[in-house]
C-alpha cells in the first residue's frame, strides 16, 4: 500500500453540501505528533471517504489529484472501474492509443499497467481515508462511523473482486501491510457488514434535495452482500446461493423501487442516467448514488467520462447532450449489440430510433455511418456508439455548466436486486427460475417495454444482466462466475488480441498487484501469472 502517493485529507465543502451535510463539526483531538496542535474537521473526513469516488481531487476536475504521479483520470474511481470491467469483455471496445487501453481491449495487461495501478491507488486511497477517520472520528457519530466502515469494505470488496489476494490494513501504519488471502477477505468484509448494517441509515428513497441523499443506508450493506454471495463460489470455492437470494429478497422488499415512469418522451430507463436523475423521480432506484454537479463537484473520471467517451458529435441530433465534450473512442461490440439483436440484424439508425426496432427500451444505441462489427479497433466509427448516459434534463432544462455535467451515477441500484434474485433463484431450481424469479425479471423486461417470458434460464439471465447492467462496470465479473471469461466457450471480436476472438491465460480472472506495489512491499506475492 503506497502511503506516500496519498494526499489531500479534506475535500471540498460543496461535496458535504450535496450530501445534506449543512453543517460542519469541528472536532478536537490528540495529534499524531505531540508538538503539533491539530484539529479535525469530522464532517469533511467523512465527506472526503465518499468523495474519493466521485471526484480526482480536492480541486476539481482541473485540480490537483489525490494520487501523486497520476492524474484524474488514470484514477479516476468509475473510469477505472468501466475500463478494468468493460473494455476487457464483449460490451466495449476503445479506439484511443494511450498507454494501457490496447492491453484493455486484447486481455493483454500486466503488472506494470497504468490505469489498473491508478484504480488499485484510489481504492487504497479510499481506505485510507477511512482508516484515518476511523481512528480520529471514532465514537463522535454512530451513524457516520458505519457509513465509513462500509465503504472501507465496498473498496476492499473491489480489490477483492479485481486483485484477489491483497495488502491489508484496517488503520493507518509505518509498517508495511500483510497480504490477505481473498476468502480470507471475503469473511472479514461479511463481517463488517454484519456489523454495521443495523447502524445505517433507515432505507428510503431519496432525491437530491432530501437529506442523505449519496449516502449508504441499510439497502446498500444488504445489496453488497447479496453481490458477494452471488459471486462467492469464486471469492471462496464455495457458492451461497440462498444467501444471495435472501438479501437480494431484503433490497427488494425495501423503498427503492424500480422507476417504471416516463416523462416528456424519455423511457424510465433513459431517466435512470440523465442529468437531472437526482431529481426527476428516478432516483427512488438509486441505493448509492455518486454525486455529480457540473459546477461544485467536476471530474475527467465520473459520468462525463461515461458520456463524452462514448459519444461523437454526429449522435448528438437532438441537440440537448448538454455538454460540450465529445470525445467519442468507446464502442459497443459486435456481441453486445446482439444481445438486442441476436440475428446480427441490427438497423443503421440513430439513438431515439434503436429502442424501437429493438423493442427494448434499453437499446440506447446509435448506428448511423457506423460498421456493427469492429474490423478495426483503432477506428471512431469501427462499431456502434452507445448514448446510455447525457445530461439531458427531463424537464427541458439544460445543465449547470456547457461543459461539466450533472448526471449522478448510480453505482448501486436496486435493479441489481432483482437480478441477483432470479439467478440464485435458478441456480437453486435446476437451471430456470421460479414464479417469484421470474416475476422479477419481467418487471425489468416490462419497464423496458419489451416482451416477457414465463420462465428464465440461467443463461437467459446473463444476457439480461448484459442489456439492463451494461455500461455499469459489472460484466468481467458476471462473465468469471459463468467461466466464460477467458475459455474459449465464448468468444467476442478481438477477445484475446484475435480478430474472431481467442481463449486467454485464467491468470487473468485477477489483474496483477501493481509492479510497485509488489516492489515496495516484501510481504507481498504476485499474483499467479504475472
Known sequence: MNFKYIRNIVPAAAFALTMGLSSCDFLDVEPLDPNNVSTVDEVSLYTKCYANMALAGNGGANGDCDIDRLDGGTTGFVRQLWNANELTTDEAICAWGDTGIPAFNYNQWDASHPMLEGFYNRLYAGINYCNHYLDVCKDVNETRQAEVRFLRALYYYYLMDCFGNVPFATEISAEAPQQIKRADLFTWIESELKEVEDKLLEPKARKSTDEGYGRADKDAAYLLRARMYLNAEVYTGKAQWQNAKDYAKKVIDGPHKIWKQ?????????????????????????????????????????????????????MDTEGNYNTTEFWAGNRARAAFVAKFFPNGDAPAVSLSDMPIVAGDDRALLFGIDRELTVSNPNEYTSGYSVGKFR??????????????????????????????????????????????????????????????????????????????????????????????????????????????????????????????DINANPNLTQNPGY
Open 391 to 516: 445530461n439531458t434534463y427531463t424537464s427541458g432544462s439544460t445543465g449547470h455548466s456547457t461543459q461539466f455535467i450533472d448526471t449522478d451515477f448510480f453505482l448501486m441500484r436496486s435493479a441489481e436486486a432483482y437480478l441477483i434474485f432470479a439467478e440464485a433463484d435458478a441456480r437453486l431450481n435446476n437451471g430456470q427460475t421460479s414464479q417469484e424469479g421470474t416475476d422479477y425479471i419481467n418487471e425489468l423486461r416490462e419497464r423496458a417495454n419489451t416482451t416477457t417470458y414465463p420462465q428464465y434460464s440461467v443463461n437467459q439471465i446473463l444476457d439480461e444482466r448484459a442489456r439492463e447492467l451494461y455500461h455499469e462496470g459489472f460484466r468481467r465479473t458476471d462473465l468469471i462466475r459463468y467461466n466464460l471469461f477467458h475459455t474459449a466457450d465464448y468468444v467476442w471480436e478481438w477477445k484475446g488480441g484475435a480478430q474472431n476472438g481467442s481463449s486467454f491465460s485464467a491468470d487473468r480472472d485477477i489483474f496483477a498487484i501493481p509492479a510497485e
Open 262 to 314: 416516463g416523462k416528456n418522451g424519455f423511457s424510465a430507463y433513459q431517466m435512470l442516467f440523465m442529468g437531472d436523475n437526482g431529481e426527476n423521480g428516478a432516483s427512488q432506484e438509486a441505493i448509492l448514488p455518486l454525486l455529480q454537479d457540473g459546477k461544485t463537484t467536476t471530474s475527467w473520471g465520473t459520468t462525463l467520462f461515461l458520456m463524452a467517451s462514448c459519444w461523437k458529435a454526429d
